[in-house]
């Protein structure tokens, strides 16, 4: 039997709560797939620095490494500055394992309204990849004269021919498998003309290395406005790790919800795990109500399945989310009035209900 381990960290908010409930799912999953899951957890996030004053103990990357991939909650809290809670917990497991490529599937789910008129289901089928290990978040900068009135800080993008190379070369791999095969790539190159200059001359030379797929440009700002008039001329984007964070949570909303977004922080050489987590944060405001949507920790732990080569169960999984949403069974931030619980024994029904999967 095909067995896989899996580090789960909940962290923070809502987190400990959706987890729980793909969980649950997966463990439905296996049993009818023919595979077996370990699933070590792990306490780190807010609660645990504020008993030890880290987000991790400090051999965490240790402890993550012999997984097969991490299926990451969200991190985030109220009392604690957002800084230190994302650069002592995700931006470390993300940056400490090289999961440069950020990928982000945004699609309109059936029975889920978008708030554009009329775009429905199909109109809108995008998959966003956002560079995530440089860029805008590489955490290089510093503050001087703090307190006085010549105080400065600065914070500085930092943009490498081989980090920029290989998150284009990924993104025109995975225009490629899509059936389209389109890519636009986004920038600011004509008021950032040095690292987005850049971003530009590179996209043009690994271009010539993909014939069968077109290929176009976008300015960033332009790109909110084509994103929600011309969604239908989108498909495949990439971006850098500011431009793809701001576009992805539009993409999101336009999809419908926050609460149904997916995403894979990946080492696309497979050297260490990959980190599968929904895009929704903590939303500490609703933590501990039993209301949270767990369809984006379902979708992520689908595309963390297809990661593992469990293709077909990842596409069983979908398939459950899809005929549940079009059920109406969903949570109130899209429309409906489900629990947590109610739409996770929605999705364990559907799987129950399933013949065979792979």
Not at 188 to 210: C, H, P, T
Not at 224 to 250: E, F, G, Q, W, Y
Request: aromatic content about 6%; some cysteine.
């Amino acid at each position: 039997m095909r067995h896989y381990r899996i580090a789960a960290i909940p962290a923070d908010g809502i987190g400990p709560e959706v987890i729980d409930a793909g969980l649950e799912v997966l463990d439905v999953l296996a049993s009818r797939a023919g595979f077996s899951l370990t699933v070590d957890r792990y306490d780190w996030g807010s609660d645990y620095y504020r008993k030890h004053g880290v987000m991790m103990p400090a051999d965490g990357l240790a402890q993550l490494k012999s997984a097969d991939a991490i299926y990451f909650g969200a991190v985030g809290d109220k009392d604690i500055p957002d800084h230190i809670t994302l650069w002592g917990l995700r931006l470390p497991i993300c940056q400490g394992f090289d999961q440069y490529a950020n990928l982000r599937p945004t699609r309109i789910l059936p029975g889920v309204t978008s708030p554009l008129r009329d775009v429905g289901v199909g109109d809108l089928d995008w998959l966003i990849i956002r560079e995530n290990s440089e860029g805008e978040y590489a955490g290089v900068g510093g503050r001087a004269h703090r307190g006085l009135p010549e105080e400065v800080a600065t914070e500085v993008a930092i943009f490498t021919r081989v980090g920029v190379e290989r998150i284009m070369r990924c993104a025109f791999d995975c225009a490629r498998a899509r059936p389209r095969k389109h890519l636009t790539v986004v920038t600011k190159s004509n008021a950032q003309r040095f690292g987005m200059v850049f971003w530009d001359e590179i996209a043009a030379l690994v271009a010539q290395d993909y014939p069968d797929v077109t290929w176009d440009k976008e300015l960033v700002d332009a790109m909110t406005l084509r994103m929600v008039c011309k969604p239908r001329s989108l498909d495949t984007i990439v971006a850098t790790n500011l431009h793809a964070d701001i576009l992805s949570d539009l993409a999101a909303a336009l999809a419908g919800s926050l609460g149904v977004a997916p995403t894979g922080n990946v080492d696309p050489q497979r050297r260490y795990p990959s980190m599968f987590e929904p895009i929704h944060g903590s939303a500490f405001d609703i933590a501990g109500q039993g209301i949270a949507n767990p369809v984006a920790s379902f979708w992520t732990a689908s595309m963390m399945l297809e990661h593992l080569g469990e293709r077909a169960a990842a596409t069983a999984l979908m398939d459950a989310v899809e005929r549940v949403c079009a059920a109406g069974v969903m949570t109130r931030d899209i429309g409906g009035s489900a629990t947590t619980a109610e739409v996770t024994q929605a999705v364990v029904a559907a799987l129950a209900g399933v013949n065979a999967i792979g």
